[in-house]
Nanobody, 124 residues
Framework: VQLQASGGGLVQAGASLRVSCAVY????????MGWFRQTPGKEREFVAA????????YYADSVKGRFTISRDSAKNTVYLQMNSVKPEDTAVYYC??????????????????WGQGTLVTVSS
């Protein structure tokens, strides 16, 4: 499985941005997909996730109500729609996939495959 993230850029606070993650390979429909982010000097943190086999989605409290994770199964692509962005959303955003059990779906250690990351910068 290979992941390719794209769509990052520079946006003003309050604006919207959508980042994408193209998924290549087979069998990933049984996986979970997650978005994580990381800033220099800090640990990678969970942003959002879902399981391909379920309609349930999971969000970090810091983005709940502003960010939406979605999928286009026909295009094998996962999206993270970011609305009302804040300067503290500035980070490199990574998509990941793996087989986390539900209790570990927010843990980056439970994901096996990672994209290269896409930088999102929010100016104040």
């Amino acid at each position: 499985v290979q992941l390719q993230a794209s769509g990052g850029g520079l946006v003003q606070a309050g604006a919207s941005l959508r980042v994408s993650c193209a998924v290549y390979g087979s069998g990933f429909s049984t996986y979970a997909m997650g978005w994580f982010r990381q800033t220099p000097g800090k640990e990678r943190e969970f942003v959002a996730a879902f399981r391909w086999s379920s309609d349930n989605t999971y969000y970090a409290d810091s983005v709940k109500g502003r960010f939406t994770i979605s999928r286009d199964s026909a295009k094998n692509t996962v999206y993270l729609q970011m609305n009302s962005v804040k300067p503290e959303d500035t980070a490199v955003y990574y998509c990941a996939t793996g087989f986390p059990i539900l209790s570990q779906i927010t843990s980056d250690h439970a994901y096996h495959y990672w994209g290269q990351g896409t930088l999102v910068t929010v100016s104040s």
